[in-house]
């Protein structure tokens, strides 16, 4: 019975495993195979459903050098924002973390449950007036459009405030006995005892960035400066039926993040939780 | 810089008579503030002013084509009340949370449950199962719509295989939603997953011998102790999922741009094309707070229902 029940939870696992991987491993077949190949061993249940027949890398080939859908371009201009918001997230962020866990100043506890309210306010309330915000400072279709709005992160500030509060104020005196200012002590202290924090921060902004459509979509017009969520989700909208090189695009752009998520995966699953904390 | 200083002049008159603690304190007020200053700025620039403008746009008729700006009061509430779109665009926004929910969460649950022992594969398995909430909305969206596709996507393969009748689900607009539904769940789970497993570590192992011991069933021991210890995890995981499926729009942008017919049209879909197709800015502006209206009042219930369950 109990061997039983547990070649049953086994298979459960696995099909449940299978199915979360499967479209996966299909955009990955179907991005190396012909574009006839995706049709012809669809109509029932084989191999080369999944196993292309004659492998190419026309498909890469093609999206990457187009000159309609220059897909590399895309690429470098999504790596060039997700990276500055990243590096600036951390700075501003970890900058009123360390304030609001260590230093002592008027007004503290009520400009830090202001930024904890924004919390709820949705983005899409806020959607037509940030619209209009970026129209007045005339950063339509500039990336500051993408930057400077999404340098704050109030969970950063949550998150980096609890590690940082647990640094022992000794060292914070000590560093002030020995004459260190408090920028250098933030700098050559604090920031250094909050690496994984920091990590998780910088993943968790990251790929959110990379993931951004709605926003890129409604501040950006020039093609060329697009981001890759919008020219992918246009281009299988546009070339609706050439799915090979759609599958092709979707690779690209999916493979190098999973790779990153898989080697940095405990950081990125440490700030979930972390969020989870906080209900 | 008007508040740092004024901060520092506060802090002088009212710090104690004490000389040098004062002027240290003062000191560290003013860093405090430097520190502070950048998040600051940002938060009041695009989250505050932006709501508080939000809310005096929704009272306007806000064209930015015809560059048309009057104050019309109630008037795009009251229209709103009445608009066929918007409330279709609501129920199937409620059709989806209300789906979803429910089995979103118990699969969640189910995931946590079967990698919760640590065995050798289980970290395997965690990282599969997580997979899906990497991948991005737009590409998920792209694929799922070849798995959806009739000639040659595998979901109709599959089907056909069970001897089963094929579809395509998204050009229906009765079996729409349901593709929809399920892409949102298959990105989704993970992410709950990860959260109920942390819940799940919390619950102290002792209290599953103590009733293994007194010879409860696994059954007894999961109604009895995982589910109400697990409460404020659960209480947590409901409300997020209540809160992203009502305001889901990414996935229905990419996978069916609201089609087919309008079927699959939700309600912050129906924001963006008010505000920026039709560049019907008060308009779109004020569908988006009796939105967040509707989304804060379920939350405000939902935690009220937990609370209750607690005691």
Redesign the interface.
Known sequence: MNRFASIA?YT??TV??V??????L??IS?SLRPYEE??KY????NIH?FVPVQPTLANFKEVIFSEGNPFLRYIANTLFVAGIVTLLVLL??S??A???AK??????AI?FA??MS?M???G??????????MNYFGWLNSYKALV??S??S?FG?FLLRQFFAEIPDEILEAAKIDGAS??RT?SSIVLPAAVPPMITLALMTF?GN??S??WP??VINDEKKQM???A??TF??VEGTD?SK??AA?TI??VP??IL??FL?RY??QG??M???K? | MTSVTA?AE??SKTAPSSKKPRRF?RG??I???W??L???A??L???????L??FV?SFQNYN?VGSTRSFIGLDNYKSLMTDRDFLASLRHSFHFAIVVIPIQTAISLG?AL??QKKFKLTGL?R??????V??????????????Y?K????LN??L??LHLPTTNFLSNPDTAMNGVIMLGI?KGV??FM??FL??LNNIPQDLYEAARVDGATKIQQFFRITLPLLN??T??VV??TTIDAI?L??LV??LT?GGPNGATETA?YY??KM??QQMQ?GY??AA??I??AI??AISLVQMRLFRNAEH
């Open positions: 939870k459960v696992m449940l495993a199915i979360s991987i499967i479209p996966i299909w955009m179907g995706l049709f669809s109509s029932s249940l459903l501003v962020n900058m009123s360390f304030a609001f230093l002592r100043f008027r007004g503290k400009v202001l930024f924004a709820i306010i949705p899409e309330v806020t959607l037509v007036p940030n619209y209009l915000l400077i709005p340098m704050l109030v500030i408090m920028t933030f790929l990379w993931d459509y709605l979509l409604i890759i969520q919008v992918i989700a299988s909208s799915w759609i599958l979707s752009s999916t993040i999973l998520f898989l995966q990125y699953i979930i939780t969020s989870g904390v209900g | 901060a506060s802090a304190l560290e007020e860093t405090a503030w520190f502070v950048p998040s600051f940002l938060l620039i695009f989250v505050f002013y932006p709501m403008q939000a746009i930015l995931l079967l990698i398995f990282t599969l199962y997580f997979i899906p990497v991948i991005s909305t737009a590409v998920a969206a792209t694929v799922f719509k070849l798995i596709n000639e040659f996507g595998i393969n599959v056909k295989t298959w993970g992410f990860i959260i942390a819940g404020r995890t209480a947590f409300i997020m305001k729009s990414g942008f990419v741009s912050v924001i963006y505000a920026f800015m779109g502006t988006a707070f939105l967040f989304v804060l």
